[in-house]
């Protein structure tokens, strides 16, 4: 189900989907299973095209300190 939301473009709705079956399946399988590594990775990619195109805050605050240690 959370890869058809993703492939669907629902990334907020895949992530919280991948969030429920990585906590099931660390406590069934373990951190170190190959499923549990697979929706870890779905929801690592979920959260990261959330995210694509808005600068990190570590960027944002250097660009910001640049700024202002040039005047």
Do not use: N
């Not at 629902?10 to 992530?15: E, I, L, M, Q, T």
């Not at 990585?22 to 499923?35: C, K, N």
């Not at 095209?49 to 005047?71: D, F, I, K, L, N």
Request: charged residues 30%.
């Amino acid at each position: 189900m959370a890869d058809a939301l993703h492939s669907a473009g629902d990334h907020a709705a895949a992530a919280d989907r991948y969030e429920r079956v990585l906590t099931q399946r660390r406590r069934v399988l373990g951190s170190e299973h190959p499923d549990t590594l697979a929706s870890r990775l779905g929801l690592d990619t979920c959260r990261a095209e959330q995210h694509q195109g808005q600068p990190s805050t570590s960027r944002s605050v250097r660009r910001r300190g640049r700024g202002r240690a040039s005047h």
